[in-house]
């Protein structure tokens, strides 16, 4: 079992910056790839990025590429999402997520924290 943890949400203004942390427990973390997904209001939940085992890897989607940026530090079991240039339409709700595969498919992750609510007012 991993157990997860995010903090960092919170109310921000459209071009503004957050940073999400995740937390792990349990298992060696090192062993997962971490993704960040998100769900808005009334959407299915989509991802936002992942990174591999070792951190060299990663991969965004389109619409946050150039603007978040997804590490890890596998000594400290975390991994963060830093938002910069933040838009109305990145209000939702953030989850990250551990999985053995490198994946931007969710149904490749098998632990998930309970999310941190990010809103971005216009």
């Known amino acids: 079992q991993v157990q997860l943890a995010e903090s960092g949400g919170g109310l921000v203004q459209a071009g503004g910056s957050l940073r999400l942390s995740c937390a792990a427990s349990g298992r060696t973390f090192s062993n997962y790839a971490m993704g960040w997904f998100r769900q808005a209001p009334g959407k299915e939940r989509e991802f936002v990025a992942v990174?591999?085992?070792?951190?060299?890897?990663?991969w965004y989607l389109d619409s946050v590429k150039g603007r978040f940026t997804i590490s890890r530090e596998n000594a400290k079991n975390t991994v963060s999402l830093q938002m910069n240039s933040l838009i109305p339409e990145d209000t939702a709700v953030y989850y990250c997520?551990?999985?053995?595969?490198?994946?931007?498919?969710?149904?490749?992750?098998?632990?998930w924290g309970q999310g941190t609510q990010v809103t971005v007012s216009s």
């Open positions: 997520a551990a999985g053995t595969a490198w994946s931007t498919n969710q149904d490749r992750y098998h632990y």
């Open positions: 990174i591999n085992w070792s951190g060299v890897s990663t």
